[in-house]
């Protein structure tokens, strides 16, 4: 077929594209540059690494100032966090560690753990460990604070 410069032709539909006049024809130019733009702007922000805010660890509940040394008798120690970028139906564990109590555990033992599975209105996490019988052996211990598995915090006190 054999365009005449001088017919008319009927103007056509374009979308994502420009009508170019060209001795007498329209021809479709796409629009690759706004596209690749709108496709830089489209994409998501980098997810951030979910964990933990403002964690206390303290003898007293509820309290606000955290503490870093507890007595052999600290009737218990408690741990709070604020959730960051945790999601519904996540599991986070709170791990109680003993990295070195002497003779009276191994090296990095886990005293005991807890499980809490994220709803939809959690954005807060407590926990807590008593006294043991005897009393807090004398060392080093940590408690861990984990996302599906992941250890997103650790949190190191002593007792003395």
Same mark, same amino acid.
Request: aromatic share 6%; net charge negative.
């Given at each position: ?7 008319? /032709? ?13 001795? *007498? ?13 709108? $496709? ?11 964990? +933990? ?24 120690? /408690?741990? $709070? ?8 139906? =996540?599991?986070?564990?709170? $791990? ?11 090296? #990095? ?5 807890? #499980? ?13 460990? =008593?006294?043991? #019988? ?14 599906? *598995? ?6 190191? +006190?002593?007792?003395?």
């Amino acid at each position: 077929m054999q365009l005449r410069p001088d017919a008319e /032709y009927p103007e056509a539909e374009v979308e994502g594209g420009v009508m170019c006049p060209e001795e *007498g024809l329209s021809v479709r130019i796409p629009v690759i540059v706004a596209a690749a733009t709108m $496709s830089v702007f489209s994409l998501a922000p980098a997810a951030s690494a979910a964990g +933990f805010e403002n964690i206390v660890l303290t003898s007293e509940k509820d309290a606000e100032e955290a503490e870093e040394v507890f007595a052999t008798d600290t009737p218990a120690i /408690y741990i $709070s966090a604020d959730l960051a970028d945790v999601e519904t139906g =996540s599991t986070v564990t709170v $791990s109680w560690v003993s990295v070195d109590s002497g003779r009276v555990a191994p090296p #990095n033992y886990e005293i005991d753990s807890v #499980n809490l599975d994220i709803g939809m209105i959690d954005n807060h996490v407590n926990s807590s460990l =008593s006294k043991p #019988n005897a009393g807090w052996p004398v060392g080093d211990y940590r408690v861990d604070l984990a996302v599906d *598995g992941e250890v997103a915090d650790s949190v190191e +006190f002593a007792v003395e």
